[in-house]
């Protein structure tokens, strides 16, 4: 399961089960705490057998306040989940999404809905493609 931890939402995408393609799968909103909730749910039901979540490095590599907080939500979700949790450089994920988006030409009120697993989406693609390089 891919995560695109955000300040208001959280784009979750999900890999076939031979671990090659991700696929957006849903946007969650943060707003009481039962976000981990939902992700609980949707693991239980993929059969979830890691997390990658997106780490928001500055653009000279460096890790800011945003990224110390996906560290955080990657401790946690191990903790709550006993998995593995690995954290995925996504520098320019939401960019790259916005940009596809935008040339698909969908509408403004539509990328914002989708754009977050779209994010989620990139960052477990090129988790997968790393892995198969190996």
Not at 26 to 41: C, H, K, P, Y
Request: aromatic share 6%; proline share 3%; hydrophobic share 40%.
């Amino acid at each position: 399961m891919g995560l695109d931890y955000g300040d208001r939402r959280i784009g979750v995408a999900l890999s076939d089960p031979m671990g090659w393609t991700a696929q957006g799968l849903e946007v969650l909103q943060r707003r009481d705490g039962s976000e981990l909730q939902r992700i609980a749910q949707l693991a239980a039901e993929y059969e979830v057998t890691e997390f990658v979540v997106g780490l928001p490095k500055n653009m000279n590599g460096t890790i800011g306040p945003r990224g110390e907080i996906c560290i955080a939500f990657a401790e946690e979700l191990g903790q709550v989940f006993n998995l593995p949790v690995h954290l995925w450089d996504e520098r320019l994920s939401t960019v790259s999404a916005e940009r596809t988006l935008l040339e698909a030409d969908v509408s403004r009120k539509k990328r914002k809905q989708v754009v977050d697993k779209m994010a989620a989406a990139l960052i477990l693609q090129n988790y997968l493609d790393s892995k198969m390089k190996r």
